[in-house]
């Protein structure tokens, strides 16, 4: 059954048009499923807020809500494992950092973003759900990217880039395949509980900017730094 805000998805047969932050619609969400006789064994936890100009308390309250409301859904329906996609943003400082292990996440978290994040494991890892398992996958990448795709090709049209330290940051990406498989071997793991990062290798942003650059013949851009 997929969950989500567009009004229809025609790849999925049960499809509940839905804002799982609204704790009303989860009992729409809810009343569909017992109504359509579906049995399901796994929840996957998608969704949250990414939106950089929502003020930071708006940000984290919405975030949170969401894994509540989800949280509460599986629980209503006796699901009894659940899936969370979290994200690498919890392991952020200022200075780079290489070879992070899961348990590598700072107390002060330095987003509203990262912050709901680490507070959601916390909700999903300490439920009664008998199985919650949260990934950590960085920078999805591959078709159907609405998100990071976007902003690449936007940045392709200027004729100088700026960037934090002339793109010399580096970062890790994720095939989308690989969140794919990493999500199936979840559903099929006997895992009670775990905690696991997803990502492919180091590249410096500039790097994977001129990649993409080449890609879609865009030609070479200068790039500069900004502070």
């Known amino acids: 059954v997929g969950i989500g805000r567009s009004k229809t998805f025609d790849k999925c047969p049960h499809y509940v048009h839905a804002d799982i932050s609204n704790k009303d619609d989860i009992q729409l969400i809810v009343k569909y499923i017992r109504d359509n006789h579906i049995s399901l064994s796994s929840v996957i936890h998608m ?58 996440v700072p107390v002060h978290q330095m987003s509203a973003y990262s912050q709901s994040k680490v507070e959601s494991e916390k909700m999903i890892l300490n439920s009664d759900i008998s199985s919650a398992i949260c990934l950590r996958p960085k920078a999805i990448l591959g078709p159907y990217d609405r998100l990071i795709a976007p902003k690449f090709m936007k940045l392709a049209k200027m004729p100088i880039i700026a960037l934090p330290r002339k793109g010399e940051v580096y970062i890790n990406t994720t095939d989308s395949r690989d969140v794919v498989s990493a999500i199936q071997c979840a559903l099929s793991s006997s895992v009670k509980r775990g905690v696991y990062n997803i990502a492919g290798d180091v590249i410096e942003i500039k790097t994977l900017i001129r990649h993409v650059l080449s890609i879609f013949n865009m030609g070479y851009r200068k790039i500069i730094s900004i502070p």
């Open 47 to 104: 969704a949250s807020c990414t939106d950089l100009n929502m003020p930071d308390k708006e940000m984290l309250s919405l975030n949170k809500r969401m894994t509540e409301n989800v949280l509460t859904l599986t629980q209503l329906l006796s699901i009894p494992q659940i899936i969370f996609i979290s994200s690498p943003s919890v392991y952020a400082m200022p200075e780079d950092r290489k070879n992070i292990k899961e348990e590598d």
